[in-house]
């Protein structure tokens, strides 16, 4: 059986999707920027995909720019907001600790530049504490970022809360919604969102396309130079098949979550209930403030990298983190930030499904891991210690 279970890491491109794209590469493929009738007719296209998507996400269609993806969007979105609290003399940031790599990398080159960044922790749960937010800002903040929902352990956060808190005290405010769109409702009105990152192939558009929403009065900074497409914000070619093809996608997304979410929360619930009859495992995250999709599991005694070179040899796609971070040897990041120790972090095990998987797949999924668990735990020496007492067990 082959079973992917890593749409955290990239979905399957939808049918809809894929026709949706096709006619532009093939009839309307002109330059949206050039003013003969071919071009005019793709602008008009793309000007109609910047409504279409502005309505799903509750904004004004000015307030969408078509990006590469959510990476350059988190770029923009933090570099815009630092730049614009320097103006006015405010040069603080506040995050989280366990942010996507794309916010805290920028961060780090932000603070290069003699901004000061405070990264707020998060609790056991893997949810961040409002209040925590509120007390972190000063009168020198200019930015509050803080992701919609987690990458590796899917744990969604209270982005409504944080955004009343930040617009109270009239500080902007961005969050990182690449995993949320498209399986979370969001209203960027209602919830006090000023800037919102999304990226189409996580709702199984094209990769290479992405939006970075901005309420209008929030000042972005280019941080890609050339044209003026994108009404001067964002320089580059449109990539309008891509762009059409992610419209598409998130509407059919849109449409169709109510029932997607309840067919994908009953398999995360099937998956997490199998899993936790491993001995000593844990879920890391919340169990009811998470994704629908999202299962990720701490197994003592293993390696994460074997677990997922055995799964893969049985024909299951998952990961044990970050797609973005998979060359990386440390651990990772989040299950550090939610307390759990280096040993454990490194025997971790993301499972990320969709409404296309089935529960013949998920059964699946809890045989082998069991298997391999109990396979790599019976090889392993630090497994040995722990069954003879030699060192205590940390999930019991």
């Not at 998956?271 to 999709?293: F, T």
């Not at 390696?303 to 040897?329: H, V």
Request: contains cysteine.
């Amino acid at each position: 059986m082959l079973v992917y279970a890593d749409n955290a890491a990239t979905t399957k491109l939808s049918a809809a999707a894929l026709d949706a794209m096709l006619p532009y590469y093939t009839e309307i493929w002109a330059n949206p920027s050039s003013l003969h009738t071919p071009g005019l007719r793709a602008a008009e296209k793309l000007s109609e995909a910047r409504e279409r998507t502005a309505k799903i996400l509750g904004c004004e269609a000015r307030e969408i720019i078509f990006t590469s993806g959510g990476s350059e969007a988190n770029n923009q979105a933090l570099v815009s907001g630092a730049r614009a609290g320097e103006k006015k003399g405010r040069r603080h940031i506040v995050s989280t600790s366990f942010e996507h790599h794309s916010v805290l990398h920028t961060l780090k080159a932000l603070e290069k530049e003699g901004f000061e960044v405070t990264l707020v922790d998060v609790g056991k749960d893997g949810v961040v504490d409002a209040e925590k937010i509120e007390n972190a800002i000063r009168p020198d903040t200019c930015l509050v970022s803080v992701m919609y929902a987690n990458n590796e352990i899917g744990t969604v956060q209270p982005i409504s809360d944080i955004g009343r808190i930040c617009r109270n005290k009239g500080i902007t405010f961005h969050t990182d919604a690449v995993q949320a769109v498209g399986h979370v409702e969001i209203d960027v009105n209602k919830e006090n969102i000023d800037m919102l990152s999304l990226s189409a192939h996580k709702f199984e558009g094209p990769r290479g396309v992405g939006v970075l929403y901005a309420k209008r009065g929030v000042p972005l900074t280019s941080i890609i130079y050339g044209g003026a497409q994108e009404r001067g914000q964002r320089a580059g070619t449109e990539n309008l098949p891509a762009v059409i093809g992610m419209t598409a996608a998130l509407e059919e997304s849109v449409k169709n979550m109510k029932e997607n979410n309840e067919k994908t929360s009953r398999l995360r619930d099937r998956l997490i209930e199998g899993l936790s009859k491993i001995p000593h495992s844990a879920l890391n995250g919340s169990a009811v403030k998470r994704l629908p999709g999202n299962v990720n599991f701490s197994f003592e005694g293993i390696e994460g990298e074997s677990l997922l070179i055995l799964l893969d040899d049985r024909g299951i796609a998952a990961s044990s983190g970050s797609a973005c971070a998979s060359a990386s040897l440390d651990p990772s990041h989040v299950l550090l930030a939610i307390g759990r120790p280096h040993e454990v972090a490194h025997g971790s095990l993301r499972l990320s499904l969709s409404h296309l998987n089935t529960e013949a797949e998920v059964d699946y999924i809890i045989k082998c891991t069991s298997e391999v668990v109990e396979r790599l735990r019976s090889m392993s020496p630090v497994w040995r210690d722990l069954e003879s007492g030699e060192k205590e067990f940390m999930l019991k």
